[in-house]
């Protein structure tokens, strides 16, 4: 088993990250001044926040440092790694908010999703600086929201673990799309009518997002169940599940 | 369905998923759903296409690091900086023992 898990993993990596990087965040230069600025406005109040939280949460636990610069990492290469949808011919990625929203609490997620956000623009042309804001709040705090509110609603219900997971993954990434839908439609519309342009520019979407969605719920579902089977005492630690769930 | 299946089931999505969409650009598009010409990204076919539609063009990067091998240089750097910062901050991280162990670290937001 472990030979077809190299195998996979290495199949991956080669056919993933042989072609160019492709990305949904807004570009440099595609929203006006003015809605740029709003997203900004919005972006910078939770983002604070999930500073704050970082430094209360460090003082209890300074281990907690060394696991929210590892789940930045892999927000950052989940959400600039293109996966190609043969359904629609075109390449997208997961967005890593959802897991990392259940994993560590939504605000610190915003504020690592702004980290890897912030190097992606500045490094990579991977969405834009003056898009920061909007990138912000369509991926770090819709995403992790989402991802968070999903899973804990539906453990709530006493829904399955890996259940509860999956659709957290599942509707972290569909609300990206649909904010970004959102800004998109709110910044470029002019005088066009809004609900047409934004139904438009979210139905041009659904070829793409909606098997990657079902990938990136598959995926958090993945992580989390590992994480249970292999250190329950973590998801003990980080409070998503209490110590009599664990194995 | 026991675990094993699970893995398996999405091991194969995942392989079909990939080789089909490499197959479709690598071997002429004969073995994906849709023969387009190019694997572009929702960037291209959705966003910058419905804001050029309205007047929006996407500018140039501030920083264009797709220049020879600029980006090479620029993970380099990246990665020197991270190493250097684990490494500076090691000792503190390993050794400094917490408050309260056993208590969970997020209840709230």
């Known amino acids: 088993m472990k030979t077809i898990y190299c195998f996979f993993l290495v199949s991956v990596f080669w056919f993933l990250f042989s072609g160019d990087a492709y990305a949904m965040h807004i570009s440099e230069g595609i929203l006006p001044f003015n809605w740029a600025a709003l997203w900004f406005i919005v972006a910078v109040p939770f983002v604070a926040y999930g500073l704050y939280r970082l430094k209360k949460v460090s003082a209890i636990d300074i281990s907690f440092k060394p696991l929210v610069g590892l789940m930045s990492a892999v927000v950052f290469i989940i959400s600039c790694m293109p996966i190609p949808v043969p359904t629609a011919g075109t390449c997208s990625h997961p967005c890593g908010t959802g897991i990392s929203g259940i994993l560590l609490g939504p605000a610190i997620s915003v504020l690592i999703a702004a980290v890897a956000l912030l190097i992606q623009a500045l490094f990579l042309a991977h969405g834009g600086l003056s898009t920061w804001g909007a990138d912000v709040v369509s991926m770090g705090v819709v995403g992790s929201f989402a991802g968070f509110f999903t899973f804990k609603v539906l453990r709530l219900l006493k829904i399955n673990m890996a259940v509860a997971a999956f659709f957290a993954g599942l509707f972290a990434d569909w609300a990206t799309y649909a904010t970004t839908s959102l800004e998109l439609t709110t910044g470029i519309r002019g005088d066009s009518a809004f609900m047409p342009l934004f139904i438009k520019i979210l139905v041009a979407f659904i070829p793409t997002q909606l098997p990657l969605g079902i990938v990136e719920g598959a995926m958090t579902s993945g992580m989390i169940m590992l994480l249970y089977k292999k250190r329950p005492d973590l998801l003990v630690k980080m409070g998503v599940i209490k110590s009599g769930e664990a194995l | ?109």
């Open chain 2, 1 to 109: 369905m026991k675990i094993q299946n699970y893995k398996l089931f999405f091991l194969a999505i995942f392989l079909f998923l990939i080789f089909s969409a490499r197959g479709g650009s690598a071997f002429g598009g004969n073995f994906s759903f849709v023969n387009a010409a190019e694997w572009s990204g929702v960037d291209e076919t959705v966003v910058e296409k419905y804001a050029e539609e309205h007047g929006r063009v996407a500018r140039k990067p501030f920083i264009n690091t797709d220049q020879g091998d600029l980006l090479l240089f620029v993970f380099l750097l990246a990665g020197a900086i991270g190493g250097f910062a684990a490494g500076y901050c090691w000792r503190k991280l390993i050794e400094q023992k917490p408050k309260n162990n056993n208590a969970p670290i997020h209840r709230t937001f």
